[in-house]
T-cell receptor, first 116, second 107 residues
Framework: GAVVSQHPSWVICKSGTSVKIECRSLDFQATTMFWYRQFPKQSLMLMATSNEGSKATYEQGVEKDKFLINHASLTLSTLTVTSAHPEDSSFYIC????????????FGPGTRLTVL | GQSLEQPSEVTAVEGAIVQINCTYQ??????LSWYQQHDGGAPTFLSY????GLEETGRFSSFLSRSDSYGYLLLQELQMKDSASYFCAPNAGKSTFGDGTTLTVKP
């Protein structure tokens, strides 16, 4: 299957700092990328959908000014958690999908964020 | 909107066969994907049905009936390593996941 990478795989930061997570599709062009967060023993919660070259569509209850998403190219999307707080500690996972909605989405390995 | 229903938990023994059902309601449906997620890891793609019928990939098979908005994942010859969460996900404009099914395989 297709390969999606995420960087970093884990990060620990102090409260109030910003953290950037990168998601890359390595062997295909990802028109659409999705960002999820997952708390222990819970399902994946869709945060936002980003399409290359346009603004991300955020799910209800997700603050767009806190979780900045940029999808500048067909192979790269970034999620920046601004002014992180301990409650933002979570497992953040991106997925990438090809040109059409018929394409399967492939997941990155996830980024574990811990805010102290 | 989109809704998904799967059993929350399933338990089986090694070597057995397990079927995980999924019913869905979504707009703009193109097909149904299945993912496996082990504790602490990210989901990995298992199978995709674009058309009605059965798709077989080794020990795993997946079935889709568009008219019934229903699909299932069939796991055969269960192994301990199959203990994980399993998610069905409609391929649609929006990609949300349900709560998934936690499969526990016992010796």
């Amino acid at each position: 299957g297709a390969v999606v990478s995420q960087h970093p795989s884990w990060v620990i930061c102090k409260s109030g700092t910003s953290v950037k997570i990168e998601c890359r599709s390595l062997d295909f062009q990802a028109t659409t990328m999705f960002w999820y967060r997952q708390f222990p023993k819970q399902s994946l919660m869709l945060m936002a959908t980003s399409n290359e070259g346009s603004k991300a569509t955020y799910e209800q209850g997700v603050e767009k000014d806190k979780f900045l998403i940029n999808h500048a190219s067909l192979t790269l999307s970034t999620l920046t958690v601004t002014s992180a707080h301990p409650e933002d500690s979570s497992f953040y996972i991106c997925s990438a999908r090809g040109e059409t909605s018929t394409d399967t989405q492939y997941f990155g390995p996830g980024t574990r964020l811990t805010v102290l | 909107g989109q809704s998904l229903e799967q059993p929350s938990e399933v338990t089986a023994v090694e070597g057995a066969i397990v079927q995980i059902n999924c019913t869905y309601q979504t707009s703009g449906f193109y097909g149904l994907s299945w993912y496996q997620q082990h504790d602490g890891g990210a989901p990995t793609f298992l199978s995709y049905n674009a058309l009605d019928g059965l798709e077989e990939t080794g020990r795993f098979s997946s079935f889709l009936s568009r008219s019934d908005s229903y699909g299932y994942l069939l796991l055969q010859e269960l192994q301990m390593k199959d203990s994980a969460s399993y998610f069905c996900a409609p391929n649609a404009g929006k990609s949300t996941f349900g709560d998934g099914t936690t499969l526990t395989v016992k010796p």
